[in-house]
């Protein structure tokens, strides 16, 4: 058995922006961006499609929304500006360094996470205390697959060197991380059973 871990809302807590487009707007000013005055409007505008269960990087639909108004800027600063808006505080949820603890005493670990803000989960991981890291960690951004895409779960399989059969992934959304039950793999959702009983059932082989 492998196990992988949902980061938002499982492990930790963060804050986000209240309000998400005002945020980057702020963040691309800072680095000196001309932001359109109906930026809210382009912001919150499609302006590419995507395949069902693609992810629509965050970075990727700033750059076109501005370009949608006629405001070029490098994929650098938009990346720089969305991660800037977006890295806000973070704590740890009780029982996280634990049930990390046992999971890795039975094998590998990863992170699996739904997140459109490139290296967000990353930084996050950095800012957190953990005591130790994952051996792997898959995004949506990164793998272009969305839980409960199936996808994605084969993808945190595969960074473990394991089977859909053998990954336990545990979360807290019904919704997206129970969508590993449809890959092949197994879900564990924090409604019905927190973090302490992940640790404990982990470390008394009944997981």
């Known amino acids: 058995m492998v196990v992988s871990f949902d980061l938002f809302g499982t492990l930790v807590a963060t804050d986000r922006p209240d309000q998400p487009a005002e945020a980057v707007a702020d963040s691309l000013a800072e680095r000196g961006v001309s932001v359109p005055d109906d930026w809210e409007a382009a912001y919150r505008s499609a302006h590419r499609e995507y395949d069902r269960g693609r992810e629509a990087p965050l ?3 700033v750059r ?5 108004r006629g405001v070029e800027v490098t994929a650098a600063t938009a990346r720089e500006a969305v991660l800037a808006a977006f890295d806000g505080p973070v704590s740890r949820r009780e029982g996280a360094r634990e ?3 046992a999971a890795a005493d039975n094998g590998p670990v990863a992170i699996c996470s739904n997140c459109s ?6 930084r996050t991981l950095e800012r957190t205390d953990l005591d130790r890291g994952p051996d792997a960690v898959v995004t949506s951004v990164d793998s272009g697959w969305r839980k409960p895409h199936p996808r994605i779960f084969e993808t945190t399989a595969d960074a473990l060197e394991a089977s859909l059969s053998e990954l336990v992934h545990v979360g807290d959304d019904a919704r997206t991380d129970g969508g590993a039950e ?6 564990v959702l924090l409604a019905d059973t927190p973090l302490s009983a992940v640790a404990r059932g982990l470390r008394e082989g009944r997981l």
């Open 182 to 187: 449809r890959a092949g793999a197994r879900s």
């Open 59 to 61: 970075d990727e639909h």
């Open 99 to 101: 049930a990390l603890a």
């Open 117 to 122: 803000v490139p290296g967000l989960v990353e």
């Open 64 to 68: 076109l929304a501005l370009a949608s």
